[in-house]
């Protein structure tokens, strides 16, 4: 690895040129000095142009020097030729010392220039593993940290040829470096060429972005299971239930040898028609969930008055439904809905307003330009634990166990963003909770 860059050694070498001539012109017309003085002004001088241009200009300088002392302060002067036998010594000398010294520091000088690479290294690898212990996304924590380092306009992370990962505009088709990180993993950097030495640092950021990148798949895998199972456990319990309860009454009702009269006949129809419904609800909500997840749901918006949504989704409540206050004002503009999506949304979030609401003080639905305002008066979310509710199977607050899998606000969610929409929690004045569905205008 050079000591210096090219500029540095052009440097020593204009040095060399045009300061020895003038060091001879200032002690030529300077006050008259001996030989040795003059040696050791010019070694100073030689020593000076190691360090400005390295071994190179210094040895010029060292042989260029002897010859300027031969001809102008030695012994006859005006002559490459020298009398004094201690002279001859005394510029042999100077040459000897003058490389020695040039050689050391050029040397020294060499040897800092890779320590300081060594330690740059150092620190760009700590800071690359930093970024892989730190925060959720280090793979491409990883990659903005190599494009920043080595100024480049982007970095692909390639699996089996194909992009899984990128900085910048990926390209397939061109690119300045290429580092084969394994038999599967490589990664293309554009910008501009990189030094051998540059490639061993980036050869060791592909293997920690190969590193992070079997690592995501892993943990990839590792929420799928974690959701299946959340899954599994949660429906094997919420289907059984109404299942449960509507096969009792069905079964109730065809048996020969138990007589009912009208009023347990309606009851056990009741409560089948009840648990068929939650079961509904149940299996819409995770096929929902599923097309959103899949980035299959398709969304129709329209316009539409939240006079025929709010009423539409109270009666699939059914009997419940029915206790929800109304307030909308009679000249509200229409909303911008997929009507669908919408009425689904405000189920779930009615339903989940009905839970946690204390006897006597049903939910109330508010309605006003672009928003729909579910406000119920329960015991409320604490707001650090806003962000909770909203994830699947979480079910914060609830305390028995007709409550669903969970889904419902999670759900309700993604399905307002798909429609271009936000749904935010708030405190309800008093007490409770107020869910604010904002759709675009």
């Not at 102008?72 to 020695?100: C, K, M, W």
């Not at 970024?131 to 280090?138: D, E, F, K, N, T």
């Amino acid at each position: 690895m050079p000591a210096l860059s090219w500029r540095r050694r052009i440097a020593g070498f204009a040095a060399t040129g045009a300061g020895l001539p003038l060091l001879t012109a200032l002690l030529a017309w300077g006050p008259p000095l001996s030989l040795t003085n003059h040696i050791l002004l010019f070694l100073v001088a030689v020593v000076g142009v190691a360090l400005l241009g390295g071994l190179g200009p210094a040895l010029l300088a060292a042989v260029g020097g002897s010859l300027l002392l031969n001809y102008f302060f030695t012994p006859p002067y005006g002559r490459f030729a020298v009398a004094q036998s201690e002279n001859l010594l005394a510029l042999a000398t100077f040459v000897v010392v003058a490389i020695a010294v040039s050689w050391v520091v050029d040397t020294a000088a060499r040897r800092t220039r890779q320590a300081a690479a060594a330690a740059a290294d150092a620190q760009t690898l700590a800071t690359m593993a930093g970024s892989v212990l730190r925060g959720g996304r280090p793979l491409m924590a990883l990659l903005e940290q190599l494009c920043e380092t080595f100024t480049l306009e982007s970095v692909s992370l390639l699996d089996r040829g194909t992009v899984v990962a990128h900085v910048g505009e990926p390209s397939t088709t061109v690119w300045d470096t290429e580092v084969e990180v394994d038999d599967n993993v490589t990664m293309r950097l554009r910008g501009r060429p990189l030094e051998p030495s540059d490639r061993r640092i980036v050869a060791a950021f592909g293997a920690q972005a190969a590193i992070a990148l079997r690592h995501e798949a892993l943990s990839a895998v590792a929420e799928a299971d974690k959701m299946r199972t959340a899954l599994l456990a949660a429906v094997s319990h919420d289907l059984r239930t109404p299942l449960a309860s509507a096969k009792a009454a069905v079964a109730g009702l065809r048996n020969e040898e138990i007589v009912f009269d009208l009023e347990d006949r309606r009851e056990l129809l009741a409560t089948a028609d009840e648990s068929l419904d939650r079961l509904v609800r149940l299996v819409t909500n995770l096929l929902d969930m599923s097309r959103l997840q899949a980035g299959a749901l398709g969304v129709n918006a329209v316009d539409i008055g939240a006079e025929d949504i709010v009423p539409s989704a109270l009666d699939d409540l059914g009997a419940e439904g029915r206790t929800v206050a109304v307030e909308i004002p009679d000249d509200l503009p229409p909303l911008h809905a997929d009507p669908g999506l919408l009425r689904q949304v405000l189920v779930n979030l009615v339903a989940n307003a009905l839970r946690h609401s204390p006897p006597g003080r049903p939910p109330t639905v508010t309605a006003s330009t672009s928003e729909l305002r579910v406000v119920d008066h329960g015991p409320g979310i604490p707001e650090d634990r806003w962000d909770d509710v909203f994830l699947p199977f979480q079910r914060l607050g609830d305390r028995d166990n007709h409550t669903g899998v969970g889904l419902g606000l999670a759900l309700s969610r993604g399905l307002t963003e798909a429609m271009g929409g936000t749904l935010t929690p708030a405190h309800t004045p008093g007490g409770g909770l107020t869910m604010i569905v904002t759709l675009p205008s």
